[in-house]
């Protein structure tokens, strides 16, 4: 099989799999995005994907994004390119040079520099609040992420800042441990927050093992790695 003809394969097990989900959850196909991410794999993945229809694609690594983005021209740029990995603050303004959303808000400190990134290339940028639902510090090596009880303050400072656009909460479901009640959560701190901002309603939830969990408790975003591309030989 052609490199292109796996990845036809591997979207359209995915496609099926959303599909069937959206159905037992009683929602509609196009109101879940899904992001293929490419981490790991080559521009000419990406390249193969746009030609299968792909048009969002995420990245968890500075400056590699880039770098793809950059590599595949006008096929770069006709993606919307996901920043879904954690930041470092002294890489978030040039993240906000070439990435179209980040999911990985998680503290004040980025917040400026994605907002002065952004405006220097005169865009504006999507943004997440990522929520760590198993209550592990991540300094002791547990997921990124803020607590819950700091979504509100991170969503209001996005919200006030010029190039920034609140796009809604993310999560990565926490390794052991049932994704369903994680979800629930993220679902509930998502009601929370449109409350106040009625615009940011997109849920960022899923990988490959949980997609269907995910679609079930809202998500309005899945981002599928290894069920597209197949498993990544590097452990990131
Ligand atoms: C790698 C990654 C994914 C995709 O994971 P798969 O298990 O390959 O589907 C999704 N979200 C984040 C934040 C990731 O780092």
Redo the contacts with the bound molecule.
């Keep these: 099989m052609s490199r292109l003809e796996e990845l036809r394969a591997g979207l359209e097990a995915v496609e099926q799999r959303i599909v069937t989900a959206c159905s037992a959850a009683d929602r509609r196909r196009e109101d879940v995005t899904l992001?293929v991410?490419t981490?790991t794999y080559p521009a000419s993945d990406v390249e193969l994907l746009h030609q299968l229809g792909v048009r969002d694609v995420?990245e968890?690594r500075h400056p590699e994004a880039g770098r793809k983005r950059t590599e595949l021209g006008d096929v770069g740029t006709d993606l919307r390119w996901h920043f879904?990995?954690g930041l470092q603050s002294n890489k978030a303004h040039q993240v906000a040079g070439y990435a179209d959303l980040v999911?990985?808000v998680d503290r004040s400190s980025l917040i400026g520099k994605l907002g002065s990134g952004a405006r220097s290339t005169e865009r504006e940028i999507g943004c997440f609040v990522q929520v760590n639902l198993e209550g592990g510090d991540p300094a002791a090596g547990g997921r990124a992420g803020c607590s819950a009880d700091q979504v509100p303050a991170l969503a209001d400072e996005i919200a006030g800042t010029d190039g920034l656009r609140l796009s809604g909460v993310?999560t990565?479901a926490p390794l052991d441990a049932d994704p369903v009640v994680a979800f629930a959560e993220l679902r509930a701190l998502s009601a929370d927050l449109v409350g106040k901002h009625p615009t940011a309603t997109a849920i960022s939830a899923g990988?490959?093992?949980d997609?269907e969990a995910a679609v079930a408790a809202g998500a309005t975003h899945v981002?599928?790695?290894?069920?597209?591309?197949g498993e990544?030989t590097s452990l990131?």
């Design positions: 992001i991410v981490k995420g968890n879904v990995g999911h990985s993310m990565v990988m490959s093992d997609l981002r599928i790695g290894r069920s597209v591309l990544r990131r």
